[in-house]
């Protein structure tokens, strides 16, 4: 009876056998996401100065840009091994794709004004209320089981949240933050329908997640400069003199670089390591950010405040370790049913296995690589 090779199973495996290229592709990620984060705060608290349309639309098209100098600069093995091949631009797919797109640039526009009201050790514990929606949506749309495990982890998101929220955003001076509430409610809930449109494309389209992020780049970059047109946006931003501050200019360049890093330093983590690995370096990436947004703006901390904080991470962590439990079980009784029978006739080999396991992994790639855009 034909046996599959044995797969990594993430940290366990990562930890006994540890490469010079896993411990590079980890950190790699860490420090692009947590970069990505940090200077995307810096620019959402200059938005008077370059508009939040125009951010968007220049860290896109540098993204589109490197996107494809990468498909021509790199060789085709390197591509492959790390399925980075892009496919080619059809009406068909660019049409199924709008919907995930439209996710897509709320995500990022509520992330941007979700960044101008609020700190960044904030967003890091409440960005954590996206796995409930994801979680439910995963249930009702895939028929992914929620356990005793994952509604412990979620309850502590909430409570977490919940009173972080209510630490920083009410005060009895100025009562409650309604607009901050409001665009930390819709980043968490688009980035949710984000992450569940893309498993529903992807079982569609089939493409990989470096596939997903050109096309992404591909239809947000004519949107969002027809956006930035019709505001008058682009024109306010070339004509104000304040943007030509070599800092700003700096930021701007570095964010939009990071953003097609972060992507690339997903898909080398996990063909490094695993999804599982990945999953828990982003995971484990909220402690240095929460510590370094305290750090770099100034932000007030008290003792409550920083109870929050670690009861979100903490929370945060138990639901990323659950998760990727689950997909190793998932794994192995999908090695059970079909990766240890007999050929099939004609000579295939367990087609249907593989595509199950290649969609788990493109789903958690792009959910990491996502996740470290709009930590």
């Known amino acids: 009876?034909?046996?599959?090779?044995?797969?990594?199973?993430?940290?366990?495996?990562?930890?006994?056998?540890?490469?010079i290229s896993q411990i590079m592709s980890c950190m790699t990620y860490s420090v692009c996401s947590l970069l990505m984060t940090l200077l995307n705060k810096s620019l959402a608290s200059t938005h008077e100065t370059i508009p939040l349309s125009v951010i968007m639309l220049v860290q896109n098209l540098v993204a589109l840009g490197l996107i494809r100098l990468g498909s021509i600069v790199l060789p085709s093995a390197t591509m492959t091994a790390?399925?980075?091949?892009?496919?080619?631009?059809?009406?068909?797919?660019?049409r199924k794709w709008i919907?995930?797109?439209l996710f897509f640039i709320a995500m990022l526009f509520s992330g941007f004004m979700t960044f101008t009201m609020v700190t960044v050790s904030l967003v890091a514990i409440c960005k954590n209320v996206t796995n409930m929606f994801t979680s439910v949506g995963d249930y009702l749309l895939f028929g992914q089981p929620i356990t005793r495990n994952i509604v412990f982890a979620l309850i502590l998101m909430v409570v977490a949240a919940?009173?972080?929220?209510?630490?920083?955003?009410?005060?009895?001076?100025?009562?409650?933050?309604?607009?901050?509430?409001?665009?930390?409610?819709i980043n968490c809930v688009t980035t949710s329908g984000y992450s569940l449109q893309i498993k529903l494309s992807q079982k569609e389209?089939?493409?990989?997640?470096?596939?997903?992020?050109?096309?992404?780049?591909?239809?947000?970059?004519?949107?969002?400069?027809?956006?930035?047109?019709w505001t008058g946006d682009l024109y306010a931003c070339l004509h104000n003199p304040d943007v030509q501050n070599p800092t700003l200019l700096l930021s701007l360049g570095a964010?939009?670089?990071?953003?097609?890093?972060i992507g690339f330093s997903v898909f080398w983590c996990i063909s490094a390591t695993s999804p599982t690995t990945c999953s828990m370096v982003g995971a484990f990436t909220k402690v240095p950010l929460a510590v370094l947004g305290i750090i770099i703006f100034k932000?007030?901390?008290t003792q409550k405040r920083t109870g929050f904080i670690i009861l979100g991470i903490v929370a945060g962590i138990i639901y990323t370790r659950t998760k990727v439990l689950e997909r190793e079980?998932?794994?192995?009784?999908?090695?059970?049913?079909?990766?240890?029978?007999?050929?099939k006739p004609g000579g295939q080999l367990k087609t249907e296995l593989v595509k199950m396991r290649s969609s788990l992994e493109c789903s958690e790639g792009e959910s990491a690589s996502d996740s470290g855009r709009n930590r």
């Open 162 to 185: 919940t009173l972080g929220a209510s630490h920083e955003l009410v005060t009895p001076e100025k009562g409650v933050n309604v607009s901050a509430l409001v665009w930390l409610t």
């Open 255 to 261: 964010s939009s670089f990071l953003g097609f890093c």
């Open 299 to 301: 932000e007030p901390v």
């Open 205 to 229: 389209t089939g493409m990989t997640p470096y596939a997903c992020s050109y096309y992404n780049a591909l239809i947000a970059t004519p949107i969002m400069l027809t956006w930035s047109l």
């Open 82 to 94: 790390l399925k980075m091949e892009l496919p080619p631009v059809e009406k068909k797919m660019l």
């Open 1 to 19: 009876r034909a046996r599959l090779p044995p797969r990594d199973f993430g940290l366990g495996r990562a930890m006994q056998r540890c490469s």
């Open 99 to 101: 919907p995930v797109n």
């Open 329 to 343: 079980r998932q794994r192995a009784k999908l090695d059970d049913a079909h990766g240890f029978d007999v050929e």
